[in-house]
């Protein structure tokens, strides 16, 4: 048994002051005060001194990192990028998928699917719990930089050929709603107990409200890939920023959205209807260059990914780094900051994830106060 100490704990529910963590090989076996217990006698004492101990980072929206793409073929793909998100803190994560042709996609959910699958064997970095897959069912208006020409019509059918090649192992799937199709599939899919997230929509408010009453539950990466607000016609983002039961994906790096519109998300979803991704490609922790999202190539340049076309090709933000932004653009305690970060993205993915309590696995963090990340500890050991 190791016991592990600091100045604090966030569950991030709970604030512990001088907590005692105790895990018994893989998992949390207690969770205490140094005040409340004594340190048992068979245990490693690890203390980390006025750091903070918190929940693992969970990302459900990426795409891949250190050269590599969660679509690559290359099994050596994979651990590369689970090593590059461990390194920032992300103890799990969902492999998010691009629009490509019918056969690229399918293959993917295999390998995917293979990969959850096994990873307990021999999984090394951060775990992947599910899969998001991110098109081909989306407007093509507001594609972004999804080939135009793979974008499909969703139907009941496809959408049972993509459950069946991920082998049920679909966590998220985004969709427009106001596509032709887009309800029953959405419907089908929230039966399943998928977590539909409406994105790359041209939805107007009705559209996105029928939605709603489908089942969708999530809104992918907002002001992005969707209408701009307007007071007369307030569409898909009126219905994203006022009602309570959408969580909304942000990616907090200062390109996607301005600093001020991340902090006016936070104010109008609250702490626990928001979810910090990161969007990450393969350019994340690479220089600049050239690199491939799914089948198609942009180019990093001054921090920007930019696709042929000129538009946005995801992003190369890390977790920790999307945490100490949320705090400085909305002036959030680190406690406050977490949770977007840890127990919501677990809660909008239907994974038993992202908080601290006896039971779980052991996937945690040291963290500065202003929360810098110090170390990340996977399944009960410091990486």
């Excluded at 949390?28 to 693992?56: F, H, M, Q």
């Excluded at 899969?131 to 989306?138: Q, R």
């Excluded at 419907?187 to 029928?210: C, F, P, T, W, Y």
Aim: net charge negative; hydrophobic share 45%.
């Amino acid at each position: 048994m190791i016991a592990f100490t600091a100045k604090s704990l966030y569950t991030p529910l709970e604030h512990i002051e001088q907590p005692l963590l105790l895990v018994d090989g893989r998992t949390i076996a207690e969770i205490t005060s140094r005040s409340a217990s004594a340190i048992p006698a068979n245990a490693k004492l690890v203390e980390y001194g006025d750091a903070v101990l918190a929940p693992g980072y969970m990302d459900i929206h990426m795409h891949g990192g250190g050269g590599r793409d969660v679509m690559d073929a290359d099994a050596s793909s994979l651990p590369i990028i689970q090593g590059v998100l461990a390194k920032h803190g992300v103890t799990s994560y969902l492999p998010t998928t691009v629009t490509a042709s019918l056969d690229t996609i399918l293959a993917s959910l295999d390998r995917l699917a293979t990969a959850i699958e096994k990873f307990a064997e021999n999984g090394q970095g951060s775990q992947p719990l599910g899969i998001h897959i991110e098109g081909p069912f989306l407007n093509h208006a507001r594609r972004g930089v999804h080939p135009p020409a793979d974008l499909l019509k969703p139907t009941v059918k496809l959408f049972n050929q993509f459950w069946q090649a991920s082998r049920g192992h679909i966590r998220v799937m985004t969709i427009a709603p106001e596509l032709e199709g887009a309800i029953e599939v959405i419907a089908e899919a929230a039966k399943r107990g998928v977590r539909i997230s409406m994105g790359h929509s041209d939805a107007n408010l009705a559209q996105a409200r029928a939605g709603v009453a489908a089942g969708a539950r999530n809104i992918t990466h907002i002001f992005n890939a969707m209408p701009p607000f307007d007071h007369r016609d307030p569409g898909i983002l009126g219905e994203a920023l006022t009602n309570s039961n959408l969580m909304t994906e942000v990616i907090a790096d200062g390109i996607h959205v301005d600093p001020v519109t991340v902090r006016l998300v936070l104010q109008a979803k609250g702490i626990d209807g928001t979810i910090l991704v990161t969007d990450a490609n393969a350019a994340t922790d690479m220089p600049d260059g050239r690199y491939h999202l799914g089948t198609f190539e942009f180019e990093v340049k001054d921090g920007r990914c930019l696709a042929a076309n000129g538009k946005l090709a995801g992003s190369i933000l890390t977790m920790d780094k999307a945490v100490s932004n949320a705090m400085q653009f909305a002036n959030l305690e680190l406690q406050q900051a977490l949770r977007p970060a840890t127990l919501n993205p677990a809660k909008a993915s239907g994974t038993d994830c992202g908080i601290l309590k006896a039971g779980a696995q052991a996937n945690f963090l040291v963290l500065s106060n202003t929360g810098e990340l110090k170390k990340t500890i996977l399944r009960g050991a410091e990486i």
